[in-house]
Every structure is written in C-alpha cells, then in structure tokens.
DNA sequence: CAGCGGCTCAGGGTTTTCCCTGGAATCGCC
DNA sequence: GGCGATTCCAGGGAAAACCCTGAGCCGCTG
C-alpha cells in the first residue's frame, strides 16, 4: 500500500505519516500543497493520495480542486480527503459524480487511528468512505428547507447587496432596475424568508441576518 | 524530558506523540479531556503538559481552563497550549499574568517539526514562547482602534439590538426610551462607526455589519 | 394554447428612518 | 465652580423604505 499524503502543516503531515508508517503503510511521498499533490501522484501513482483541503496558496479548497484533478487524470489513485471542519457542501460535490475509490473524514472525529487505516484501505479497495457526520448534516439540511433556497436566482441576488449594506437606490444601480422593481424583489423576499412585518422589527436587518446564517 | 499530551483528536494527539518520541522526548501520557489532564499532571508531574485549547465537553475553551489550573496549581510543570485557530485574546489571558513556562503555538503555523521541540524544551526552561501570529495580530488590533469601541455603552447597547433586527420602536421598547432618544444615540453611533451619508447605501446594514464584524 | 411562475415596472399611499437644531439633567474631573 | 462627555428628549422636515394593486413580457409545461 502505497500512498501520498498532502497537507500544509508540517506537523499534522509529519505526525499522520508515522502513524500509516508504524501500521505497514508505505508513505512514498509528503508535500505541502496542491500542485506539488499533483505532480507527487503523476510521478509516483500511490494506491491513496491523501489530502487536505485547505493549502497554500488561498487555503480556502485547493485540496479538493487537486483531488478532482487526480481523479480525473489518474483513476487508479484512490483519493482520501482529509478536512478540519464539517463542509458538507465541500464532501458532497466530491463524492456525487462518481462514489468510488474516495473518501471524505475529518480530522477531528477520527476517534481511532485504526479507523484512518481502515478508511485508507476500503478507498484503495474501491469503496467510498464519508464521515457519518456528512450524512447526518446533509439530512438535516433536507429536513429543515432553508428558506434562502426558495429565493429566486435575482431576488438572492438583490438580498446579497442589501446585506452588503446597499440601499434600494444602490442596488438599482448594481443591477440596472428600477426602484419599483427592487422593491417588489425585496417584498417577495421578505415573505419567502418568512419576515412578516411587525412594528418592533426592522425586516430589513432580520433579512440580512437570515441570509448570513446561511 | 518528560510530555504529557492533551488533545481530543487521537489523529493528532498520536501523531504529535510519535514525533516527540522520536526525537527523544518521553511521552509519558495521552489524554483526550481536560479532567484527565489535570489529573494526569498531578498523577505524573510532567516537565511540559501540552495541551489542545477545545475539547470535552464543550469544545471551546477547557483546555485553557485547565492550562490555568495547572499553572497555579502544579508551577514545576510547563504548559504549552497548542491552538487550532488564532484566538489572540486566549493566548494574552494565558500570557499575562506570568510569562514564564508557558507558550502558545499554532498547529498549522508549526513550520517543521524541531520548531515544536524547540518549544517543549523552552518552555521546560521557563521560557515564554509566543507565535509570532499572536503578537502580530495584538499589534495590529491596537493600531487600527475598533470603531466599536468608541461607542458609548447606551450606543453599543442600542445597536446591538439594531443588530437583532429590531425597530427603533422595537429598542425604544427594550429599552424604556423615547424614539427621539434612541434617533439620537443612533446618530451618534453611525458618526463614530464612520458611517456617512450615502445616496447608495443603507446606514443600518453597514453599522450591523460593522458590529457584527467587531 | 392556456396557465403559471419569474422578471420587469407603475401609481399612490403609509410608516420608518434619519437629518438638523436645541434644551436640560447628571456625572466626573481639573 | 466650570467644562466636557454622556444621556435624555423635543420639533420639524426630507428621504428612504415599505405596503397594495395592477399590468405587460417572457419561457416553460401540461
């Protein structure tokens, strides 16, 4: 079992690198960003590539760019994508085109270090491997139908000025609309967003919250 | 030289563990709660507790709870607090009082390994060791002054329930005010926020978002 | 093709926000 | 004791943010 692992801080690297290695697995290789991930997997061909997602130089998804980027050019790398936080959004659009030979865990709910061993095998064996929590968050999302979703494409777009502390008349501006148009955007919105009016309310401001929290 | 590791994440906890083992340090217990920390240190009297800032229970700040503890309680064992984010004002509190075995470093802003070990030897030294991130960041805090907090407490109070989405009728209600009040604190929040007339912009918004941002 | 949802506007209206000016009471501080 | 900062409030007015109804245009779908 051969693998390679990609991550931006040399202690997480180093530390996850010797526990593969105490447990027989032959870690060919350690870098610390996306494109050295790359060219590290096109030279080498490890069963795994191992990889973080955020790294220089934006640490924002560089590591999962890169690992679309394997998969699609070298199939027979299974792909393990290692992250910090729960980014459902990030694990979904990893796994939906084709679930096979890749795997999404954090870091922090490995509870075992068997389970990051068995996790390595099962992707290099073909298998998808997601954190339970993915799931579960992903279901919740279902359940509870996030009212920003049922925006339409413009009127999510007039609410993402406003909350950028536009006034109608800027967003007018913004978007080439009339002020009576951006008015009806934003009435709709508001109902969409179940923001009736009440007179110690500022709909206004509680829209803007609710299109933050996301 | 003799480590106690406490961290919530086994990936990490054992591979930090590895590492220090390595190069000749004797890990000479794991934990994954604060609890057990303190109950380690007064079981081992380590030389360094090294210490994870979130964990059990509620994954924000036991581990500095416990990292104060053990400074007062157990003052021959150092304790090297390792964070996963940058969270300045934990690591001043921690700082403060008594610069003297103790330090705080970044997981992901450990550069290479023998930064980690240079700093567990420190600390065990007496010495105080500070990311540089830390520093830089309490600089900057104190050069650029907040505008929030040239606010009066009564104009911090009125805008955080701004920031609530709520009307000034909806303040002068929570608050026992007569709307011209609240008008007038409003007025004065906005002057000292900086934010200034304009045609394209919503003056409410940008102060919530100026708070929220703090 | 009829119907429906989304996008675009208008007229005409009310309420809220925010401006300026100005006054008064309290408190701490030099 | 005066002086500044803070807090409280008022009148009067401009502008912005909302409401409702109604309407034309488009593209999609049954």
């Not at 075992?112 to 579960?136: F, K, W």
Request: charged share 35%; net charge negative.
């Amino acid at each position: 079992m051969r693998v390679v692992i990609a991550d931006d801080a040399p202690l997480i690297r180093e530390g996850v690198a010797r526990l593969l290695a105490e447990n027989g697995v032959d870690v060919v290789d350690q870098v610390g960003d996306a494109d050295a991930a790359l060219a590290s997997v096109r030279d080498l061909r490890p069963d795994v590539a191992l990889v973080d997602i955020r790294m220089p130089p934006t640490h924002t998804d560089e590591g999962l760019r890169a690992a679309r980027e394997i998969r699609s050019r070298y199939p027979d790398t299974a792909v393990l994508v290692l992250s910090q936080h729960l980014e459902s959004d990030y694990a979904l659009q990893l796994v939906e085109e084709k679930p096979e030979r890749v795997g999404y865990l954090m870091k922090e709910r490995v509870g075992r270090v068997e389970q990051l061993l068995d996790a390595v095998q099962r992707v290099a064996a073909g298998e998808c491997v997601v954190d339970r929590a993915v799931v579960d968050e992903l279901l919740a999302r279902r359940r509870r139908v996030d009212p920003v979703e049922e925006l339409t494409s413009r009127e999510r777009e007039i609410i993402a000025l406003m909350a950028e502390g536009r006034s109608n008349q800027g967003i007018c501006r913004a978007l080439w609309l009339s002020p009576k148009t951006v008015e009806t955007h934003i009435r709709g919105a508001f109902a969409k967003l179940g923001i009736k009016e009440a007179p110690e309310d500022n709909r206004r401001v509680l829209a803007v919250l609710a299109y933050l929290r996301r």
